[in-house]
């Protein structure tokens, strides 16, 4: 499929979506809302692809959320009543958070590439992956406060899993920029870089571990993780044993123990690709 705003490419197992308008800081314009989740679900369904790498080009991660570009050419030629803009702004907002959560929600995880700004809509993004590394010249802006706006996509609800409450309240109050070094001391993000290119190869030896394991025991554990997070401890603990049930991981720890004993390592099978009814 053809990308306006990414490119989108399988190396393997491992799947790669690209922010690829440099020019434009990769701005996130109608057709990026469009395509991401696109992209994601062309991955994720195939049940070949068992990680997915999402980085970009240029200087910046993201520049965010293009609002000018907004708002179909009949509403601003006939401005709506406020009911009907609200109507149309909830149903808006709420496909664009849909957006961002598909990255969550794909059975595969979803690693962070971040060079310069994730800015805006760039921080949703990030927040929304499994894991996120980042160079040393990349920045963290919850850029919607700074133009009168509460952000609203994902990043109040996500970050504050990610990072201290403390913290993640002065960010969004005051939507100053936390620098690499900060995000790494906070948890934001798992290692910094020197460069772009020394963090995509070490980003891609990354997902070639986790490509190699079993990938119905990283769809489980991203599974459970994901549900923990709205869940007690208890109530996750009975809902494993549900999930254990149905999904029996028995064979993948068989194939693992006799490929070890046969002296090679254990390739396992896809996951069944996603299909209709």
């Known amino acids: 499929m053809n990308y306006e705003r990414l490119s989108v490419r399988t190396e393997d ?71 009907r803009a609200g109507e149309a702004a909830v149903r808006r907002l709420g496909l664009m958070q849909a957006t961002i959560t598909v990255l969550e929600e794909a059975r595969i ?47 109040l609800q996500r970050l504050p899993y990610l990072i201290p409450e403390g913290l993640m309240r002065e960010l969004a109050y005051t939507g100053r920029r936390m620098f690499a070094d900060e995000a790494l001391a906070a948890g934001l993000v798992t290692r910094i870089f020197d460069d772009h290119a020394g963090m995509l190869a070490a980003v891609n030896d990354i997902a070639r571990s986790i490509a190699d394991k079993s990938p119905l025991a990283i769809h489980t554990t991203k599974h459970l993780l994901n549900y923990g997070r709205s869940h007690s401890i208890a109530e996750t603990l009975k809902y494993q044993t549900v999930w254990m049930g149905a999904v029996s991981q028995g064979g993948e720890m068989a194939r693992h123990f006799k490929a070890k004993a046969e002296g090679r390592d254990a390739r396992f099978d896809d996951l069944p690709p996603l299909t209709g009814l």
């Open 13 to 83: 197992d491992i799947g790669h979506i690209v922010l690829n308008v440099p020019d434009e800081y990769n701005r996130m314009p109608p057709a990026f809302w469009r395509e991401l989740p696109e992209a994601v679900c062309e991955l994720d369904s195939s049940g070949s692809v068992r990680v997915i790498v999402l980085s970009s080009t240029g200087k910046h991660f993201s520049a965010g959320l293009d609002i000018s570009s907004f708002g179909t050419s009949a509403e601003r030629e006939r401005p709506l009543d406020t009911g």
């Open 109 to 155: 995880p979803v690693i962070a590439a971040i060079q310069g700004g994730a800015v805006g809509g760039g921080v949703d993004l990030a927040a929304a992956c499994d894991l996120r590394y980042c160079t040393r010249d990349a920045f963290f802006c919850i850029q919607e406060i700074n133009i009168g706006l509460a952000a609203d996509v994902g990043t």
